[in-house]
């Protein structure tokens, strides 16, 4: 959850868009935590994946930019650590054997200091275990948010450039520069299902894409979700509910000792 101008609402994100984590589940068979594991939670937003790894390891730490996302996960799970930090500067004194990220690291732009700040918080032959969106992510709803922008004008914000979707030929090639070896990566098709059959798009878009709204006026910005969500209506309502059109990666590395 790392841009600096978006305002995460946690009500909003459990109650509608409890996806994220939930998706996230079967990332933690790939990640196997063992019982006497130190394990990192990079973006861990209100807890829920934190806690069930935590089940499994021996520590977890939950780390979020978000400060009112680590205040919703401190109060859901008390017995855990969480802290503040940014993905892309963070550093802690004991390594970790592994670091998970579901659904975090498309929001963080400046990824070659998050790449190094993996590599350096983990132990030798340590395990990154990340899943994010990846390239041609939500290209629907946010090329027609882009064209609704420019339509009124809004040249500025229609050209906000807000996430980072990689293919993983790109972020491969990254991960490998820093000295991991990338043992499994992939690009996958994951169409998700929003919670509200109303007002599935223009829910997302608040939750996720409010930055563009920044400098819209006011009786423009709910004019221009209905207007998204009815022109993409063909392609993202499906059986008479709406449908976010998610491309996702994943990627399994470990730190090598030494790179040649």
């Known amino acids: 959850m790392n841009d600096t101008t978006t305002k995460w609402k946690p009500e909003l994100y459990n109650e509608k868009h409890s996806f994220v984590y939930n998706y996230g589940e079967n990332l933690i068979e790939l990640l196997d935590p063992k019982e006497n594991e130190r394990i990192l939670d990079l973006g861990c937003g209100s807890g829920q994946l934190t806690f069930k790894i935590n089940e499994l390891a021996k520590e977890t730490i939950g780390i979020d930019k978000s400060a009112e996302m680590i205040a919703d996960a401190k109060s859901k799970f008390p017995n855990i650590e969480f802290q503040v930090k940014d993905a892309e500067n963070f550093k802690f004194d004991k390594k970790f054997d592994s670091i998970f990220s579901n659904a975090t690291l498309h929001w963080v732009k400046n990824y070659k200091n998050s790449i190094k700040c993996m590599y350096e918080n983990l132990k030798s032959n340590g395990k990154i275990v990340v899943e994010f969106g990846g390239k041609g992510n939500v290209q629907t709803i946010v090329k027609q948010l882009r064209d609704s922008l420019k339509s009124r004008d809004y040249i500025k914000q229609s050209e906000l450039n807000l996430w980072y979707f990689p293919s993983i030929g790109e972020y491969s090639t990254e991960l490998e520069l820093a000295g991991f070896r990338v043992l499994f990566a992939e690009h996958y098709n994951r169409p998700t299902e929003l919670a509200d059959e109303n007002s599935g798009i223009k829910d ?23 207007e998204v969500q009815e022109s993409i209506k063909e392609k993202c309502l499906i059986d008479g509910k709406w449908f976010a059109d998610y491309k996702r990666i994943r990627v399994i590395a470990i730190k090598q000792k030494n790179v040649c």
């Not at 997302?204 to 209905?226: L, Y």
């Open 204 to 226: 997302w878009i608040s939750m996720f894409a409010e930055s563009f709204f920044i400098g819209v006026a006011e009786n423009h910005i709910e004019e221009i979700k209905n």
